[in-house]
């Protein structure tokens, strides 16, 4: 009893304590209001902050948070005008995010003017970081998209992203204009090489990794980023090839090959969404009500924001012409669902006018400033706005990211021919001619890529001169640019091969917009693919294969080195040359990794993201094609296309046996599927085992086998492996008329290497 009452005497102290602890906050509270608002208060839950700070904004403020600027760098003098205008709206507080800031130095000069200004909102800054901060001057550029894609390495691709994420924060960035999830099916478009290939299985892993690495468990954390999927929906799919053309596309493709990346992509917590310059079907992307409100809010659950690409709203007006006026662009967007309006004017003062006349609710325009100001908060960016300009240099490109950047672009690399074992070249050749436009060239970054110090970009020649033996004479004959070879630089490469033992010659695409100073008239310069850079013709451009026939008919044993982010038409090169390379765009290391492929340091282990058709009349093609597509040839060109996604040889051997899959088959419960692999060479190497399904009967055409699952496998000489895939039961889904998914009763292959086993399954 005496314990209770002194127990209710301590009770009521304690009250008293608290009583007044409480009265002081709220007096010191009182106090704060006066001279520091609630919002500025970081001991503060993060939501009150918002309403705080959302209470104290008006319209126009509200609005400004939609408005995305451009970094200053990016203007030359002609564009003085938007630059004043975009100073005066940070100096107004109606700026929520930048792209295409230049630097740590650019970023804390811009956000000082945020965070002195009107109420002191810091703004988010976001880049296109593909692959890597590539637009950054000195940071990691590791393999473009399709590259990394070939290493069917999900993991590789979750900690290129997790790093690119620390550079960014480092540097002053928040938020990633990445991953893109188009399924690319057409090489006629320039931006396939930013893209992951051909397959929607492939595709979707790869972006929902760059997602994980990019944003961890909690975007707002440090070290971590906004990541922004890209582009909704299908701009990969332009009709004619050309980037921005409308895509016109069944229910069934959409929801059979578009669709599920971008779902995969929701589910994974993308915080923001991308639509496509193009239309679909008629409706251009920024104004689809239906795609980006009904579908992606509604039954995908998306609760983050959507920031339109570049200068798209306006184009709903001057391009696409389904609005008369800018206003009305801008209301078709932001009632179709669009939040942030990317790069220029004409936006805040017509989604004001919009808003006060009725025809935008005012709660479409707090939902979005709500999602914004909530990452601003939880980012801390109201705490700790600036960066340490002193830090930079020791967080981008160090040792760490440099190692990754090279272990990526060794896993990106795919030998696609090697007959009479040219390949791997010996190091005890007395003499090899290295040439070609792309032997000594940046076209290895691939898009996306700023000018980068020279001492970090590692080109073919570079890492052959290393890696060649100490009594090796390289020889390095550069014809000039792709546009530059001609009759007199070929007659000059034949001369020098004369005593050389091989030739190696490096040629393909220059996607690079390095020699771009930002001022869109320099954009296309010397580039044969890239954003915007489309091509009719998918061959070599200019005079290449004459260079590569001229070289071959010496009787020199060549290797061709191809660096290119779409596939090439390289029929003459696959059916003359004796040892064929793809490198795609291995990035800043890339030239070590080609040469350690070349005299056999790497073993290679990638495999073709995307097919790579004989001739561009083919297009589209691609491996999961319906049974009748190729019911007849075209009759002036030989069968099939060069090589077909998931083609890539090794320097060794390897043999599959053992393929298991259980004999009944539960409903909605994991396939079990097991197979033995076995390294029967004599060199060490990596094997991507791809297993594909194909539904033998079904009550609607189904592709001839469509891959469901993958992995890689370490194996030394002679050993060998069991390798286990769960397939989750939806794996053998399909389609029905009704467009709804099911999965039908009968037989099903499985495929993993040459093997196949059939099985059935049977609704009891
Ligand atoms: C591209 C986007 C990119 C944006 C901002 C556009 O031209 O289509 O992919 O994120 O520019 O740089």
Redesign the pocket.
């Known amino acids: 009893m005496k314990l209770f009452i002194d127990c209710q005497r301590y009770m009521k102290g304690y009250r008293i304590l608290v009583l007044f602890a409480m009265s002081i906050s709220f007096f010191s509270g009182c106090k704060m209001k006066e001279n520091s608002p609630l919002y500025l208060n970081s001991s503060v839950p993060v939501e009150r902050r918002v309403d705080d700070l959302m209470s104290r904004m008006t319209l126009k403020e509200k609005v400004g948070q939609m408005n995305q600027r451009i970094g200053e760098s990016f203007f030359t003098k002609d564009r003085e005008n938007l630059k004043m205008n975009m100073l005066n709206d940070l100096q107004n507080g109606l700026v929520g995010s930048y ?2 800031i230049e630097n740590a130095e650019e970023y804390n000069k811009l956000q000082r003017i945020a965070t002195t200004s009107g109420l002191k909102i810091p703004f988010l800054n976001a880049i ?1 970081a593909i692959h890597g901060l590539g637009l950054y001057y000195g940071a990691t550029v590791y393999p473009t998209a399709i590259s990394q894609a070939t290493a069917f390495d999900p993991k590789m691709v979750e900690q290129i992203n997790a790093q690119t994420a620390v550079e960014m924060r480092a540097t002053g960035y928040h938020w990633a ?1 990445w991953p893109y999830m188009s399924v690319t099916r057409d090489p006629r478009w320039g931006r396939v090489g930013e893209n992951f290939g051909e397959d929607p299985l492939v595709v979707s892993t790869m972006a929902v990794a760059a997602i994980k690495g990019l944003q961890g468990d909690d975007y707002t954390a440090p070290d971590k980023v906004i990541a922004c999927a ?2 909704v929906l299908s701009d990969s799919h332009p009709n004619n090839g050309v980037n921005v053309s409308p895509a016109v596309m069944s229910d069934r493709l959409l929801k059979e090959v578009y669709l599920p990346p971008l779902e995969a992509c929701i589910q994974a917590g993308a915080r923001t969404l ?1 639509p496509a ?1 193009n239309e679909i079907n008629g409706v251009p992307s920024h104004a689809n009500k239906e795609l980006l409100h009904d579908l992606v809010r509604e039954t995908y659950g998306f609760d983050g924001y959507i920031v339109s ?2 200068k798209d709203i306006e184009k709903l007006d001057n391009f696409h012409k389904v609005a008369p006026n800018q206003k009305e662009a801008v209301k078709l967007a932001i009632n179709a669902g669009v939040d942030i309006h ?1 790069f220029g004017d004409n936006f805040v003062d017509e989604l004001v006018e919009l808003v006060e006349e009725g025809q935008v609710p005012m709660e479409r325009v707090d939902r979005t400033v709500r999602a914004i100001l909530t990452d601003k908060f939880r980012m801390g960016l109201f705490e700790n706005p600036f960066v340490d300009e002193d830090k930079v240099n020791d967080i981008i490109a160090n040792p760490e990211h440099r190692q990754l950047a090279l272990e990526s672009a060794r896993k990106s690399i795919v030998l696609l021919k090697n007959e009479k074992n040219t390949l791997p070249l010996s190091k005890s050749l007395q003499k090899i001619l290295v040439t070609g436009p792309l032997a000594d060239h940046n076209a290895i970054v691939g898009d996306w890529v700023h000018s980068q110090p020279d001492e970090n970009i590692i080109t073919v020649i570079e890492g052959i001169r290393e890696l060649a033996g100490q009594q090796m004479d390289v020889e390095f004959y550069n014809p000039g640019d792709i546009f530059d070879v001609n009759e007199e630089s070929i007659a000059e490469a034949v001369k020098r091969s004369k005593d050389a033992d091989a030739v190696v010659l490096v040629i393909g695409d220059n996607d690079n917009r390095t020699q771009t100073d930002w001022n869109l008239n320099h954009f296309h310069k010397n580039r044969t693919g890239g ?1 915007n850079v489309d091509r009719a013709d998918i061959t070599l451009s200019g005079m290449q294969e004459e260079l590569a026939k001229a070289l071959s008919a010496t009787g020199k044993p060549v290797v061709v080195v191809l660096i290119n982010g779409r596939p090439l038409a390289v029929e003459w090169i696959a059916e003359n040359i004796p040892a064929v390379i793809e490198a795609w765009q291995p990035g800043m290391k890339g030239g070590q990794a080609i040469a350690e492929v070349l005299f056999g340091d790497y073993n290679p282990s990638g495999r073709l993201p995307m097919t790579i058709p004989r001739n561009g009349g083919q297009i589209p093609i691609f491996y999961n094609h319906r049974p009748s597509m190729f019911a007849h040839y075209y009759s002036d060109i030989k069968k099939g296309p060069l090589y077909w996604f998931g083609h890539g040889l090794s320097y060794t051997t390897f043999v599959y046996h053992d393929l298991n899959v259980p004999e009944t088959i539960v409903k909605d419960q994991e396939i079990p599927v097991s197979v033995m692999v076995k390294n029967t060479g004599v060199l060490a190497g990596d094997e991507i085992v791809l297993l594909y399904v194909n539904d033998k009967y079904s009550s609607v055409t189904t592709p001839v086998k469509e891959l469901k699952a993958f992995t890689r496998v370490h194996l030394e000489p002679g050993e060998e492996k069991e390798v286990k895939f769960n397939l989750p039961f939806e794996a053998l889904s399909l389609l029905d008329k009704e467009l709804k998914k099911v999965v039908e009763p009968g037989e099903f292959e499985v495929m993993v290497g040459d093997l196949m086993k059939t099985f059935e399954w049977t609704e009891k």
Do not use: S
């Open positions: 792209l295409m296109d204009f890209k582009q991308m310059h690409d570049w990317m954003e």
